[in-house]
């Protein structure tokens, strides 16, 4: 298999990575880099729970080359939270205990996140509609739903 | 045992809604997952050649081809495997030895150096079937004549409560007779029958199955599993095997989901055998999501004939019920939950005169197994929806028909035993009042039409009755504890109930108590398995008395010192105390280090550690003609749920506008986590209502994926859950707690379909009530009318 050197920006640390051709972004986040935060779900962009941020937009890591990410901006939830403490929806997500099995919130919080970077005021349709993607079998969503809203509240 | 604590400074923990302990874990990603270890250059992968056919015999087995292949490292078939392994019934081998009895059936398994390899070379492998007549329907499959998929049934190793039937498909047999069905209906005004199917539907834990195993080079196996049970494992792997559950090792890090479905043993069978061929080799096996929907348990299929009638003042004096179970091609562990539908067969309900036959199936379908109710949302379905008939034709509001016939202490229950303290009643008129029952409102638009329902529920912890808990509770240096459990922590949020258990136990702040984790079989004290909805009941009651234990060696170690009598003494906010001399010291001064004789000769105490166990000593046999027996069950939790939607008539769509759920849980330790519980419950229960279903078509599984499979997903969830809590204790429960876990999805679907008939006059007797099947209803009720 031909292998490729890409270099791409993983939570703000510039990387330099060798990978085949048909290695996925997830698998390179979570083999190559050490970064399991990001979770294999279903491999087939259907569970969410490996949404990473790719140039700001959430992505499924499982659908996205690794090459496809040369170049590219990545955040993953592990990039989320840095020595300032927490992004204000994890903290929300802990207080409104929006986490129950914890699967789910590496990927749902990315997709909360980017949400709210493009609208910090969403309505409650508009944030079931971001995160729609993101399936739970755990919380009912109910305490999902009320984690963004109270980090949006938050600013 | 209610624990006096003479001088409350420190609040106790107990009831309040404790903030989840692996939260911060969670949220930022750190919480790690089986798939998340990292093994290192050693590490090869496992995948399995599943049977194509859902009924056929082996003739010719040729892997060759796939041994060949650079980077293959080893072949498993059923040739090597010994014995047949089960839960509860040992029907099943690891791999088939001559014979596949669903799609899906592990054939063989190929360990190689990628996942990729290990799966082309799969492909490689040569099999040649002679097709066999598959059983697809359970009651065509308990018939007379039936293909047998297990002729030598009657060699099988069983469980004593378990009645396999010789020479047939019914790997289990419930009977119960209590009264006189027969000589009752006559004295009946109103009787309703029935036909109500459940299909079959999948667990769907986010997090797929994966099991790393590992054989060392003096035999000793270490497995890291997403494991319900690692102790179960460790005992049943050991027993196919052959060797000593010493040696084989089960280590469980968070599970991301289970639902039963990793429960007992099914797909680390596999990674055990695999692993065993190239020893020093750790061997990973992850199922696909395409796998996870029929290659591990599913729910079993249920296909229930349901009779009640019931006297001119709405009394119940009889019910009859006949339960089908299509509960695939090993019921190992499904046989059990045909047994729990039988003992808990009227539902939540007072009858005198109860006649009910459920029967195990075996088909050519996916493997049934434990699921989320087991057993219970199934049965409810019909016999809820059955009820709100009786109801109706008595003219009797179907809540207050509820409250007169409803289970209360003191009540017989099915099985002849007197019942324990619960409110079922409360937990009705809560539920019903949330929703404003009674009270008509409009639809929110012209093409739709708004109905209310509702629907009750009980069940039981279904287990061998003695399935047992421990603990350990350990004393650090600085007076912090250690609390060592076997329980696994599923999201359900156990750590933090335990914790909370082992610091009000103790005396001492919450943040000074830490779960030993994860779970390892060489270091965790034994638990039966993460299931039952029974560990905040069973795990937290080991953990009381280790704690009580260890409260115990701490206050006669003082009492020594301070030449009191320990009865004098008590633990409160981390020190120990003395009422009658006032004295006082910090935990940490005493409990490693002990403490010095007055007149130096030398030191008293040391180490504290506390040790505990529960294992309930009550539970009886039951008659096997009757079902009848002095205790059949530890307890049951009942509850209510009620549902106000609303239905577009135009496209059959429904909308949960209100669900509210009350639940008598004895205690709640932890109250906000009892409510994400009833919370995430109704979306399950929802889900498995109006989307899910595993389309089987001649055995085939056509659906297993998300996108021809859909579970709800943030738009279909209800616009508004209310989650109410009743207590009424529980005699053996810490602090009173029963089980909530599972209960919270039982009346789900019967509570909405009863509320779509008060909408548009429907009844519709299968699952689920997709968009289409409502349509499709309301269009043949318009042309017939």
């Known amino acids: ?155 | 045992m209610a624990e006096k604590m003479k001088s409350p400074s420190v609040p106790s923990p107990i009831g309040e809604s404790v903030p989840r302990l692996d939260a911060l874990q969670k949220v930022t990603g750190e919480a790690v997952f089986t798939d998340d270890l990292q093994f290192g250059a050693d590490l090869l992968y496992g995948r399995i050649l599943r049977s194509p056919h859902p009924h056929a015999r082996i003739k010719r087995l040729d892997a060759s081809k796939a041994l060949a292949l650079p980077g293959v490292k080893a072949l498993v078939t059923g040739d090597d495997c010994k014995d047949r392994f089960g839960l509860y019934l040992k029907d099943r081998y690891t791999f088939c030895k001559d014979r596949v009895r669903y799609v899906g059936d592990p054939v063989a398994g190929i360990v190689a150096t990628s996942e990729r390899l290990a799966e082309q070379a799969c492909r490689l492998v040569e099999v040649e079937y002679e097709v066999l007549e598959p059983v697809l329907d359970p009651v065509q499959g308990a018939q007379d004549g039936a293909p047998l998929l297990h002729p030598n049934l009657k060699e099988y190793i069983v469980a004593p409560f378990i009645f396999p039937q010789h020479g047939s498909n019914i790997s289990n047999y419930f009977k119960l007779r209590k009264g006189d069905v027969e000589g009752a209906w006559s004295k009946c005004n109103v009787i309703v029958e029935g036909a109500y199917r459940v299909p079959h539907v999948q667990h769907v834990p986010i997090e797929p199955h994966i099991t790393v195993a590992k054989f060392d080079h003096s035999g000793n196996v270490t497995l890291w599993a997403s494991s319900q049970s690692p102790f179960a494992q460790r005992d049943l792997i050991a027993g196919s095997l052959g060797i000593s559950p010493n040696r084989v090792r089960v280590i469980s890090s968070f599970v991301g989901g289970g639902f039963g479905s990793k429960a007992g043993v099914s797909m680390e069978a596999l990674a055990v055998m695999m692993a065993q061929k190239v020893p020093g080799h750790p061997v990973k096996v992850r199922l696909t999501r395409e796998e996870e929907f029929y290659c591990s348990f599913v729910r079993q299929g249920l296909v229930s004939n349901i009779k009640i009638g019931a006297d001119e003042d709405g009394t119940l004096l009889a019910m009859q019920t006949e339960f089908y179970w299509d509960a695939g091609a090993y019921t190992e562990y499904g046989v059990n939950i045909t047994r729990a539908a039988g003992y808990s067969c009227t539902g939540p309900y007072d009858v005198p005169n109860v006649w009910s036959d459920s029967y195990c199936v075996y088909t050519n379908h996916p493997v049934g197994g434990p699921m989320r109710g087991f057993g219970m949302p199934e049965i409810h379905w019909g016999i809820e929806q059955t009820m709100d008939q009786v109801a109706q034709k008595l003219g009797m509001d179907e809540k207050e028909f509820r409250l007169k016939n409803c289970i209360r202490e003191g009540s017989i229950t099915p099985t002849g035993s007197k019942m324990h303290a619960l409110d079922l009643e409360s937990c009705i008129l809560k539920a019903a009042e949330a929703i404003d029952w009674g009270k008509q409102e409009p639809a929110s638009a012209p093409h739709k039409r708004r109905g209310k329902g509702i629907a009750i529920m009980w069940k039981a912890p279904a287990m061998p009755p003695n399935a047992g808990s421990s603990s350990i509770v350990r004393f650090n240096e600085d007076g912090t504890v250690s609390v060592g459990i076997g329980g696994q922590e599923l999201g359900q949020g156990s750590h933090t109930v335990a914790a909370q258990i082992a610091a009000a136990t103790l005396g001492v702040p919450m943040d000074s108590i830490r779960i030993s984790y994860p779970v390892d079989t060489q270091y965790s004290p034994y638990e039966w398995q993460t299931v039952a909805s029974r560990l905040t009941w069973s795990m937290g009651n080991a953990i009381r008395e280790a704690a009580l234990d260890a409260r115990r060696q701490i206050l006669e170690l003082a009492a020594e010192h301070w030449d009191e009598q320990p009865d004098d003494l008590d633990l409160h906010d981390g020190q120990v105390i003395s009422y009658k001399s006032e004295r006082s010291e910090p935990l940490k001064n005493l409990v490693v280090y002990g403490l010095p004789k007055e007149d130096d000769s030398g030191w008293r105490g040391g180490p504290i550690i506390g040790r505990g166990m529960f294992m309930p000593n009550y539970v009886s046999a039951l008659d096997p003609e009757t079902g009848q027996g002095p205790r059949a069950v530890v307890h049951f939790t009942p509850g209510c749920q009620a549902v106000d939607l609303e239905v577009d008539i135009e496209t059959g769509q429904i909308t949960l506008l209100r669900v509210s759920s009350a639940f008598d849980v004895g205690k709640a330790i932890n109250p906000d986590q009892v409510r994400a519980q009833m919370e995430g419950g109704v979306v399950q229960g929802a889900s498995t209502t109006l989307l899910e279903h595993l389309r089987l078509e001649n055995g085939v599984p056509v659906n297993p994926n998300f996108t021809d499979y859909r579970i709800a997903s943030t738009v279909d969830m209800p616009l508004k859950t209310i989650p109410i809590i009743v207590e009424v204790p529980q005699d053996d429960g810490p602090w009173g707690a029963r089980g909530i876990g599972e209960h919270s999805m039982v009346p789900t679907a019967p509570a909405i379909a009863n509320a779509l008939a008060d909408a548009v006059g429907l009844r519709i007797h299968d699952l689920p009530l997709s968009a289409e099947r409502v349509f499709k209803a309301l269009r043949d009720k318009e042309a017939a009318t």
């Open chain 1, 1 to 155: 298999m031909t292998t490729h050197k890409i270099a791409l920006t993983v939570n703000g640390i510039q990387e330099q990575v060798e990978v085949p051709s048909n290695m996925t972004l997830l698998t390179m986040l979570r083999e190559r880099l050490g970064l399991t935060g990001a979770k294999n779900g279903c491999a087939a962009g259907e569970c969410g729970a490996c949404t990473v941020m790719m140039n700001g937009e959430p992505v499924n890591s499982c659908l996205v080359l690794a090459v496809e990410a040369e170049g590219a901006e990545i955040v993953t939830v592990e990039g989320l939270s840095n020595e300032n403490g927490l992004d204000g929806l994890q903290e929300a997500m802990i207080e409104v205990t929006g986490t129950q099995c914890g699967f789910c919130p590496p990927g749902g919080l990315i997709s909360a996140r980017a949400l709210l970077d493009r609208n910090p005021s969403p309505s409650e349709d508009e944030i079931k509609d971001a995160l729609r993607g993101n399936l739970c079998r755990c919380t009912g969503y109910v305490r999902i739903l009320e984690s963004v809203k109270q980090a949006a509240k938050g600013g």
